[in-house]
């Protein structure tokens, strides 16, 4: 099957697939502030990545490209990304390298979006001439490097060996143009991996946890044979893989995704250190149903949203919202405690 092909079946089983699983967002709550001493009109949504400033926390995150029809997708989520002053990420721009016929499915992002925060993409074994075609390609300010080996093994066609990845991305990290952020595609990380990535000097992680577009499903679909069924529910929460990172906030640049739906989950989010926070399947689905105005109108909303929560919590920076007191639950919170997380801090921080 072609790489076209493939890319054909990730959009349409992304968009066919029911969402599944928790994120375990529930788990967490906030503690409310009927004094929160705060004015709206104070509120700052500014934040940054990389060392780059937005004006945003929120990112339409990696979805498509590839395959002919993806340019009309990334042509209406570069609108999106434009009219809602938001940065976006393209899809694994791999296919565009063998086959230089489809760059403009990607590079239309930059025709769209001329003056745009545009985030490139490539695997994490990709070399470091490959990661600099792909930040050329898009004119990109920042570099996705994914790690999707749960997706590559259950993909009929995947890669099977993944034992020199590190090293890889450390190559990338010191070799090229723009800051690199290295991401999960919804499995999520642990602070066995945050700890490696810390040690070879990446700058910034997106944890990508589960409880979004689940990829394992989508290959699944793809497989003649037998599923890999069980793999589906495989990797932590968004919510657990935020937790696993709390040693790492002055590490990295934290980008929570995986699942993320709304303004409150976006917030949750930011109080666990994120610095932006990744929407795709939320953003998609509306887009390609309703069209670009539309999709103008939930990302507003969710600004809006978003300011009143960080009003409740006393909050005039996005930042602030990781000094408020979080409370976590339930299934969240078992994990915590046999992982040795202490939660206490989180719920009487301020105090």
């Given at each position: 099957?072609?790489?076209?092909?493939?890319?054909?079946?990730?959009?349409?089983?992304?968009?066919e697939?029911?969402?599944?699983?928790?994120?375990?967002?529930s788990?967490?709550?906030?503690?409310?502030?009927?004094?929160?001493?705060?004015?709206?009109?104070?509120?700052?949504?500014a934040?940054?990545?990389?060392?780059?400033?937005?004006?945003?926390?929120?990112?339409?995150?990696?979805?498509?490209?590839?395959?002919?029809?993806t340019?009309?997708?990334?042509?209406?989520?570069?609108?999106?990304?434009?009219?809602?002053?938001?940065?976006?990420?393209?899809?694994?721009?791999?296919?565009?390298?063998?086959?230089?016929?489809l760059?403009?499915?990607?590079?239309?992002?930059?025709?769209?979006?001329?003056?745009?925060?545009?985030?490139?993409?490539?695997?994490?074994?990709?070399?470091?001439?490959?990661?600099?075609?792909?930040?050329?390609?898009?004119?990109?300010?920042?570099?996705?490097?994914?790690?999707?080996?749960?997706?590559?093994?259950?993909?009929?066609?995947?890669?099977?060996?993944?034992?020199?990845?590190?090293?890889?991305?450390?190559?990338?990290?010191?070799?090229?143009?723009?800051?690199?952020?290295?991401?999960?595609?919804?499995?999520?990380?642990?602070?066995?991996?945050?700890?490696?990535?810390?040690?070879?000097?990446?700058?910034?992680?997106?944890?990508?946890?589960?409880?979004?577009t689940?990829?394992?499903?989508?290959?699944?679909?793809?497989?003649?044979?037998?599923?890999?069924?069980?793999?589906?529910?495989?990797?932590?929460?968004?919510?657990?893989?935020?937790?696993?990172?709390?040693?790492?906030?002055?590490?990295?640049?934290?980008?929570?995704?995986?699942?993320?739906?709304?303004?409150?989950?976006?917030?949750?989010?930011?109080?666990l250190?994120?610095?932006?926070?990744?929407l795709?399947?939320?953003?998609?689905?509306?887009?390609?149903?309703?069209?670009?105005?539309?999709?103008?109108?939930?990302?507003?909303?969710?600004?809006?949203?978003?300011?009143?929560?960080?009003?409740?919590?006393?909050?005039?920076?996005?930042g602030?919202?990781?000094?408020?007191?979080?409370?976590?639950?339930?299934?969240?919170?078992?994990?915590?405690?046999?992982?040795?997380?202490?939660?206490?801090?989180?719920?009487?921080?301020?105090?």
């Amino acid at each position: 099957m072609s790489i076209e092909q493939r890319k054909l079946d990730h959009v349409r089983y992304a968009l066919e697939l029911p969402i599944t699983g928790s994120t375990g967002f529930s788990d967490l709550s906030f503690v409310h502030r009927a004094l929160p001493e705060s004015d709206l009109a104070d509120v700052s949504l500014a934040t940054s990545v990389g060392g780059l400033d937005l004006s945003s926390p929120i990112l339409l995150n990696a979805m498509t490209g590839g395959a002919g029809p993806t340019e009309a997708i990334n042509r209406k989520l570069a609108e999106l990304a434009k009219h809602s002053g938001i940065a976006m990420a393209v899809g694994s721009q791999r296919a565009a390298l063998k086959d230089p016929a489809l760059c403009s499915t990607y590079s239309v992002v930059r025709e769209v979006n001329p003056n745009g925060i545009i985030i490139g993409n490539l695997g994490a074994g990709a070399t470091v001439e490959d990661a600099e075609r792909a930040v050329e390609m898009i004119g990109a300010d920042l570099l996705h490097l994914h790690l999707n080996v749960a997706q590559e093994l259950t993909m009929p066609e995947g890669d099977r060996s993944f034992s020199d990845l590190l090293e890889k991305i450390q190559r990338v990290v010191e070799g090229v143009s723009v800051p690199v952020i290295v991401k999960e595609v919804g499995n999520g990380m642990s602070i066995e991996t945050y700890r490696m990535l810390a040690d070879i000097g990446v700058q910034a992680v997106d944890v990508a946890g589960r409880g979004g577009t689940n990829f394992v499903a989508i290959e699944n679909q793809r497989r003649s044979g037998r599923q890999f069924q069980h793999l589906e529910s495989w990797g932590q929460t968004t919510a657990v893989s935020l937790l696993e990172a709390q040693d790492f906030v002055n590490t990295f640049d934290l980008i929570g995704s995986g699942g993320v739906q709304h303004a409150h989950d976006a917030a949750k989010c930011l109080a666990l250190g994120a610095k932006m926070v990744g929407l795709a399947g939320a953003v998609l689905r509306p887009l390609m149903e309703h069209g670009v105005e539309y999709a103008t109108e939930l990302v507003d909303h969710l600004h809006s949203e978003l300011r009143a929560i960080l009003t409740l919590q006393g909050c005039r920076k996005v930042g602030e919202l990781a000094q408020r007191p979080l409370i976590v639950r339930g299934e969240t919170a078992e994990w915590c405690r046999l992982r040795g997380l202490r939660l206490e801090p989180l719920a009487r921080r301020g105090l």
